[in-house]
């Protein structure tokens, strides 16, 4: 497969230029509005088209999104052929030769660039695939040129037990003796069961009172303060989703009951019987939260350290529909952008952003950073996806008198890393004035 994938890459960057299908439309202002209105983007865009929209005036639009042929096909399917069958797009780098201006029909063309692999990535092993576009006035001057390179690989199996960070593989077993349970520790309160006769108290939880034998229950919150009463320390054999050595306690609560839980915070040297401990709610994951121990005296850890947001950063909430209206807004009719239940068959969290709008969002934050500036290229490494629900939060910080280095930062990670080159002036309205 190696071979034959170099081979016929070697052929395909030999070819060189091929014509691309005809952009559609001319460089129109109707396109331009739907572009800068979902994007959010303030710029006077009324003689200009913005930069870093050039790839939408070469889409093709719904109905002809299937046809549409990429130069690296080929590759692309071989390599899918031999079970590198995941993608993702890891760089687009799209260089400015000058502004398009409402008007102007455009053509553009492609031509392989090639393959670089097989590498060793953490999505797994895999072959990086580079093409490029470029885009052409009526006179056969070029007005832009966009590298894009995906990584194609081989997915890695699944393990069986999900890793830490998944979801926790022992799961509580509730039932109506037990829901009020469940619900306390939801609400931040651990919740010991009351005969509602007698008044005893008991846990775990059961359906009768074993001192006056009434079936009649209710409960009081614990104050979450008690004592090792007898302890473990666990070595082996492993449990999934648990790192050892833990502690595993009986606590006497100060209520006088018993609870079996871990205790945290501290060597499992230093637990010992009549230890003072105190309640804490561990979060397992994204739906199962335990009720825990630490050391009474363990100091609280600080109150989540939420980055301050930069009072220049540009926050985007990724609402559905911004990410529908700006998907369509760039003409790409790819589902994962648009239709939640197909993006989810596929693996995804949710519809995410995508990359012709990613451009844009850079664009719109440099030049929010370097007014009346005229940008250059913009050369994007991707990283997380960017999913409906969250927000995606922009900054730029220059670099160098010609450059800014703008990121993307969602909850997950970074979504996108970026070098802008710009030059001082020659924005929208001078570069038309200039000509
Ligand atoms: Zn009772």
């Given at each position: 497969m190696h071979d034959e994938l170099t081979a016929l890459a070697e052929r395909l960057a030999a070819a060189g230029e091929r014509p691309g299908a005809p952009?559609?439309?001319?460089?129109?202002a109707a396109m331009i509005r739907n572009w800068t209105q979902a994007l959010g983007d303030p710029g006077d865009w009324s003689r200009c088209a913005?930069?870093?929209?050039?790839?939408v005036w070469s889409m093709q639009g719904l109905a002809a999104a299937d046809a549409a042929?990429?130069?690296?096909d080929g590759p692309l399917r071989l390599l899918n052929e031999h079970g590198y069958t995941g993608v993702v797009a890891t760089n687009c780098e799209q260089t400015y030769d000058r502004y398009v201006r409402v008007g102007e029909r455009l053509r553009s063309s492609m031509r392989f660039g090639g393959v670089a692999g097989p590498k060793k990535t953490a999505m797994g092993e895999g072959y990086f695939v580079t093409w490029y576009q470029s885009w052409y006035d009526a006179a056969g001057e070029r007005v832009a040129e966009m590298l894009f390179r995906v990584l194609k690989f081989k997915p890695r199996a699944r393990r069986a037990a999900p890793s830490a960070?998944?979801?926790?593989?022992l799961r509580p077993a509730i039932g109506p003796d037990t829901r009020f349970f469940w619900d306390g520790v939801d609400a931040g309160e651990l919740r010991v069961q009351r005969?509602?006769?007698?008044?005893t108290l008991r846990h775990?939880?059961?359906?009768?009172?074993?001192?006056?034998?009434?079936v009649k229950r209710d409960f009081v919150v614990a104050s979450g303060r008690g004592t090792v009463h007898s302890y473990v320390v666990h070595h082996h054999p492993p449990v999934p989703g648990r790192t050892p050595p833990y502690v595993v306690a009986v606590v006497e609560l100060a209520e006088g009951v018993r609870i079996v839980g871990n205790v945290n915070g501290?060597?499992?040297?230093d637990v010992t019987v009549g230890m003072p401990v105190r309640l804490v709610f561990e979060r397992m994951d994204d739906e199962l939260t335990l009720p825990q121990w630490v050391p009474a005296d363990l100091p609280d850890p600080?109150?989540?350290?939420?980055p301050e947001p930069r009072a220049d950063a540009l926050a985007v909430p990724l609402t559905p529909t911004f990410v529908i209206a700006t998907a369509l807004a760039t003409r790409d009719?790819?589902?994962?952008h648009h239709d939640t239940a197909l993006a989810r068959a596929q693996g995804s969290k949710d519809i995410f952003l995508n990359i012709l709008t990613t451009m844009g969002l850079v664009q719109r934050c440099a030049l929010a950073a370097a007014p009346g500036a005229a940008l250059r290229s913009i050369a994007v490494r991707l990283g997380v996806p960017a999913y409906a629900g969250d927000t995606l939060t922009l900054t730029a910080d220059r670099t160098g008198p010609d450059t800014l280095a703008v990121r993307g930062a969602v909850s997950l990670g970074d979504h996108v890393t970026a070098t802008v080159h710009l030059t001082a002036s020659g924005g929208p309205t001078d570069e038309e004035d200039a000509r």
């Open positions: 952009c559609p439309d001319p460089v129109n913005p930069p870093a929209m050039i790839q042929g990429s130069v690296a960070g998944g979801r926790y593989p005969c509602a006769d007698c008044g775990p939880p059961g359906p009768m009172c074993p001192a006056c034998h009434s501290c060597d499992p040297a600080d109150p989540d350290p939420a009719f790819t589902p994962v």
